[in-house]
């Protein structure tokens, strides 16, 4: 009985390990082809069989195209039209956008690794300039960038094979490249692998980009391009999807608690390198820099100009997220705001808002003694007129000199003198033109000219600094110029 | 027919006052240094040539096809235009009477061309070209004053500029107008310098324009009008019929002053 017992124990024992043994070695050989899945190359996919055609749809932002799924590699026709034209960059605000398929970011492309991409360029006949694409997915000649070169009123098509899956930027590739990229010139292709990526509730398509305005942020009007704070990577705006309200208010993100979320971000630039962050969430998975890296729990990643990132997270109760560039400055200041709102039912294990209001007494419940108003600060020290004039000589070397010339006599025709000007003798009139700028026909000791001065960033001291100078050589009158003086005449 | 009649009336009255010869303006010539196609060492010496003060416009283009019928909208051979050619118009003999002096657009480098010689004229070399248009209203090179740059800029910026008429702005230092503000404009040899349609690769034997390459090869970084002319004149073909661009002639001295 014992015995009997025993062997059977040793029977189910050796069953077991049997069984063991073969699941592991089953286990072993999927990882083995996962990892052959994932390392196969570029090579590989280059000679992937194409079966079967189809027509390529694409999507302005915030939404992509449906998934790939399990279809095979496939030839991919596709069309973009490329159309400058004047749309909103905030309340007020409007700018000549130079754009792929009417939006910026331009159209989201959705391929599969393999596929071969047919891709028809048009450039609208009332555009003013030659365009062409390149596009990081491609492997040749300038991404596309060569073959795609379309002027205005003209169509081109070119081919090409995706042959790594990713997440990538395309942009305009035509000189003055920063200025078309600077205009909206960009947007995302995406290269699924083989099988797509795993399926998720919502998918958006978001694209940070800066832009460069001649007025300051929020200045209304139409807005022209500012190369040269394009040239100094100093931008009025940083947004999402083109506008400051590109992804708020009707344009919000709308998702339900719960639902799995993945957004494909990329950044456009011209100039600056994003820190993504969405305000109240973690990414749950992060594909580094749109590779095949994936990182897990991020809080901000960071996505440089013309790169991108895929990332994914539950949106796990009700709120309303705000997508910022964690640079933060240009999330309040610049417009790089965006709104997910998050529907659904309250989860109190994860958030449960507010519980308690108090007041807080670090030093317990005793009456505090106030402190004095304000903060004491020292005085600046008074500067005098031969200080003023030292200063101001430096900054007028730095700002002013090349058109008023060293010597204050300006250019004949073109810049007008300062040098013993008569339109110095109004003070105010004399302020108004640094701090404010001038334009139009002004009269100086009797000459008429007609030009634009731009307005100077100067701080009060700077600008009292650099008028007193003027106001002291040159036999002007001598007047010292205060920065109590120049803050009146601010607005 | 309102639009014919008009468009006649018009082309009779232009062409009682435009029997005197299209104005031309003096331009001396001298040394610069072009965006492309040299070391910034080196310049180019541009030859002194007469230019017309202002871009050759719908009317007087109309004068042009009624004296050749091969270059009417209808009667153009396919190679030398493509089917853009004179988009604007109506009919051969006939366009929008608001057109009538504004710069003639939808033209190919053939009929440009044409048009020029039958006028005893040519087209402009790039040179010469880029060396009138450098000038502003007061000096022969003002490329440097960057507002100069800014408002040139600014004008290849605005939409729709080929509705505007001809002569509305102040004329330049040799007398020319609407250089820059209303149409590109053909020049005789404008794929002489080849953007490749990678402007990124300069330094190779195809003197890319786009991107990088172009940036590269080029003398003036700031100037970006310039760079959005060169990028422009490399991405068309003679036969191309373009909304944005336009022409003007210019003659030799010799010639002119033979006329003379």
Redesign the interface.
């Known amino acids: 009985m014992v015995m009997e017992n025993l062997k059977e124990y040793l029977f189910k024992g050796y069953l077991y390990l049997f069984i063991l043994l073969i699941t592991g070695a089953f286990s072993c050989e999927q990882k083995q082809r996962e990892t052959a899945q994932k390392v196969k190359s570029a090579d590989y996919y280059a000679n992937i069989k194409v079966m079967g055609e189809m027509k390529a749809e694409l999507t302005a932002p915030p939404h992509v195209p449906p998934p790939v799924g399990n279809r095979p590699a496939k030839k991919l026709y596709m069309e973009m039209e490329i159309l400058?034209?004047?749309a909103e960059m905030a309340d007020g605000v409007s700018y000549?956008y130079w754009t792929f398929g009417g939006s910026v970011p331009g159209s989201f492309i959705r391929t599969r690794v393999g596929d071969v991409v047919e891709f028809k360029i048009k450039n609208h006949?009332?555009?003013?300039?030659?365009h062409?694409i390149?596009l990081h997915a491609v492997t040749g000649?300038?991404g596309g960038?060569?073959?795609?070169?379309?002027?205005?009123?003209?169509e081109k098509v070119f081919s090409f094979k995706v042959i790594n899956p990713g997440l990538y930027v395309y942009h305009c590739?035509?000189?003055?490249?920063g200025?078309h990229v600077a205009n909206g010139m960009y947007g995302l292709i995406l290269v699924e692998p083989e099988g797509g990526l795993p399926p998720v509730d919502r998918e958006f398509y978001v694209m940070q980009g800066d832009f460069y305005t001649e007025g300051k942020f929020g200045q209304e009007g139409l807005q022209?391009?500012d190369?040269?704070k394009a040239?100094n990577e100093n931008p009025d705006y940083v947004v999402f999807n083109g506008s400051v309200n590109g992804l708020s208010g009707e344009n919000a993100l709308a998702a339900k608690a719960g639902e799995n979320i993945r957004i494909f971000f990329g950044n456009g630039g011209p100039n600056l390198a994003s820190s993504f962050h969405v305000i109240g969430e973690i990414f749950d998975k992060v594909y580094v820099e749109g590779g095949n890296f994936v990182n897990e729990n991020v809080q901000t990643t960071l996505v440089p100009a013309g790169g991108s990132a895929i990332l994914e997270f539950v949106a796990d109760v009700p709120s309303n997220l705000v997508l910022v560039d964690h640079s933060i400055f240009r999330a309040f200041n610049k417009g790089a705001l965006g709104i997910l709102t998050v529907s659904g039912e309250e989860n109190h294990n994860i958030f449960r808002g507010e519980i308690m209001e108090g007041i807080y007494r670090p030093e317990g419940s005793v009456i505090q003694k106030m402190p004095k108003d304000g903060l004491e600060l020292e005085a600046p020290k008074e500067m005098t007129k031969e200080d003023r004039v030292a200063a101001g000589k430096k900054l007028y070397m730095q700002a002013c000199f090349a058109c008023h010339q060293a010597n204050g006599e300006g250019v004949?025709?073109?810049f007008p003198p300062l040098a013993d000007a008569d339109y110095l003798d109004n003070v105010d009139q004399a302020i108004d033109a640094v701090i404010h700028g001038l334009s139009g026909e002004i009269t100086v000791n009797g000459k008429k000219y007609n030009?634009?001065m731009p307005a100077q960033q100067l701080s009060n001291e700077e600008a009292a600094n650099v008028l007193t100078y003027v106001y002291n050589s040159w036999e002007n009158n001598g007047t010292l110029v205060t920065p109590e003086m120049i803050n009146k005449r601010r607005r | 027919m309102k639009t014919l009649i008009m468009t006649f009336i018009l082309g009779w009255s232009m062409a009682a006052v435009m029997a005197q010869e299209v104005e031309m303006a003096l331009v001396k010539g001298g040394e610069y240094s072009p965006l492309y196609g040299v070391e910034k060492e080196n310049k180019v010496s541009v030859s002194s040539f007469y230019m017309d003060k202002r871009p050759v416009t719908h009317a007087e283009f109309l004068r042009f096809v009624e004296e050749h019928p091969q270059w009417r909208k209808s009667k153009v051979k396919r190679l030398f235009a493509d089917e853009r050619y004179l988009d604007l118009w109506d009919g051969d003999l006939s366009f929008p009477e608001e057109l009538a002096e504004s710069p003639v657009n939808n033209i190919s480098w053939f009929a440009a061309k044409a048009y020029c010689e039958c006028q005893g004229k040519r087209l402009p070399y790039v040179d010469e070209w880029e060396y009138a248009a450098m000038a502003d209203e007061h000096r022969k090179d003002a490329r440097r004053d960057s507002l100069y740059n800014v408002k040139v800029l600014r004008g290849y910026e605005v939409p729709k500029t080929y509705r505007k008429k001809v002569a509305q702005t102040p004329e330049n230092y040799w007398g020319i107008q609407d250089l820059h503000g209303l149409v590109w404009e053909w020049t005789k040899d404008f794929n002489s310098i080849i953007l490749t349609g990678e402007s990124r690769n300069n330094g190779n034997t195809d003197q890319g324009m786009f991107c990088a390459s172009g940036a590269l090869g080029a003398n003036d970084l700031m100037n970006y009008a310039a760079f959005m002319r060169y990028a422009m004149r490399s991405s068309l073909k003679a036969k191309f019929s373009v909304t944005n661009l336009g022409f003007r002639c210019v003659t030799d001295l010799k010639v002119a002053d033979n006329a003379h």
């Open positions: 400058e034209e004047e000549v006949p009332d555009n003013k300039l030659p062409n390149d000649q300038g960038a060569e073959a795609s070169f379309v002027a205005p009123g003209q590739a035509t000189a003055p490249v200025m022209a391009f190369m040269q040239v004949p025709n073109a030009n634009i």
